[in-house]
């Protein structure tokens, strides 16, 4: 009770003390608002940054991509046979073809379903072919897809810009084509394309769709058909594709994924990271100086927070003297000045999230027309708030503890004789 | 309230001896020892540099740093811990600087609730009313509600003279508690304290310049040099 009434006494002092100098009070809470507010811009801004670059690099890289592709082949037959002393000579020696594609799709569709990180799979059929309109004859490659799925996996509905890309789901002899791919065969939608195959095979697609990534490299040479088309130009079953896709809901737990199937699949698995490590080491790059800018912005208004404490608390010497002298303890002097100190946090924190969620709206919407991009990119995470809020308020209470602790253990003799 | 008895001893210094280090070693106190009576009206004159406003200090308990012991009421404070200090200075001395020294963002009447605020023994109600019967005793309850930087040089100590009274201290301690009031103010003051003295035994010590002053007190020890040459 008389504990209570005494943190009271204390509390109307900080507050006396916090509204008779507004302005002093106001710089405060603008160290800590701009301190907070920097943070939460910088964050939202790296985040923008890094995810459109996912975005960008995700749009056609699987988080795990199975295939048959670098399957070594150490079968010796010679001296599986013969003893290792044993002389022999072969003279013009010839290795067999490998399989290079998936014979058992559906399975390892299946398997990877099953997994509870896997968020789509998708499978591909892909080849190299002679892209044929008239006397032009353009070296490319097919994608045969599965529509729904890899619309699911890389947005791609959303880069067609001229047809629709499910029509392909119904349209056997339909092609979804490039860009610049089309451009260069001299093709528009509803025009024919001949295709011929590396074995001979030759048919000719309907342009259902034009199709622009932002990647020069697939839009100069890619054309997708349905993969059911696909198998059936190359002779194969339902079974057959050249590469089965997975994307995980978490696309950092790859290796355990990949751990957990690998047995079971039977094929080589390749990660993301395996397959792009620059993306990852970029990403990295991009974290650690995100990081280092905003602890330092955290730090330069830590430090304002902390003078400015420091000089209301010289300023006030006299008079906490004056409190020592009625009776007040160091106890009190402490937790006057950090009563302030945490009021000045929370009110610097709430401005600087309003301010920090301001600034970065107003920067979302500078025009900025590079690859894709409209504007520059902002992307917010609660976890930013809240590391901003946090940090904020630990800050202003850090940097209030010093000065109040030094104003606690004033000596008020020397201060009242003067 | 204080009960009056006159036989015992409101306050007891033995052999007090304090040093100054700065700017070179130096004895203020030269082993000073009194007593003083509860509901005695003390002041303690001296000249300049003679040890009387130290002396003071280390009876108002702020100022540790000596040698000897200070009881007060009967308890011995040597020693004790500043938390334990802070609360027995809040409960059982009221203080009148020599400059007044109010809370300048505070209000009078704020100034002189807070030590009782501080001690919460009373409602704020009660706080309150005592706090304006004490400001009216100084003639000051139409100042009440100013700022305290708004008051003149001698209303501000008679402030702090309110404020040294709301908690009933039994020990009322002052440096020069009225070099800044006018001689009406000035008597005024010396005749609140005979009376707080004399009606409700609570002990004053004043130090002063003022030999009128003093000669109006009940006992006056004269100091020379950090030594008490009569009293």
Redesign the interface.
Known sequence: MADKKKNKVNRQIASTHLTSKKWQTVVAILGVTFGVSMYIFMNSFMNGVNKTQDDLAFSNLAHIRIDNENEKNDYDPVKAVFSPATIFNISGRKDIQTETDIKNTNEIVDIMNRQQEVKDVTSQVNFSVFFRNGSKKINGSISGVDPENENRMFGSADKVIAGKWIDLNYMKSGMIIGKELAEDLGVKLNDNVNILTPDGASKNFNVIGIIETSIKEIDRSRAYINIGSARQLLGENFDYSTCVLVNLYNRDETSQVVANTEKAVGYNMETWQDANQQLVAASQLRNIIASAVSLAILLVAGFGIYNIMNMTINEKIREIAILKAMGFSGKDILNIFLTQATVIGLLGAVTGLLLGVGISSAVNQVPFKVAGLTTLPIHYQWGDFAAAIIFGIITTILAGYFPARKASKIDPVVIIRG | MTTVNKNTNALEVKNLVKYFYDPSKFQVLKGVSFDVKKGEFLSIIGKSGSGK?TLL?VL?T??TDYEGNLSLNGQLLTGQT??KL??????H?G?V?Q?H??????TAL?NVM??A?????MSLEEIEHKAYESLRLLDLHEQALKGANKLSGGQQQRVAIA?ALINNPSIIMGDEPTGNLDSKNSLAVQDIFRDLAHEFGQTIICVTHDNDFARRTDRTIEMEDGLVISH
């Open positions: 406003s200090y108002s702020m100022d500043q938390n802070s609360a027995f200075r809040n409960e001395i203080f600087f400059f020294y109010l809370l300048p963002e505070f704020e807070l030590p605020k501080k001690l919460g023994k404020r």
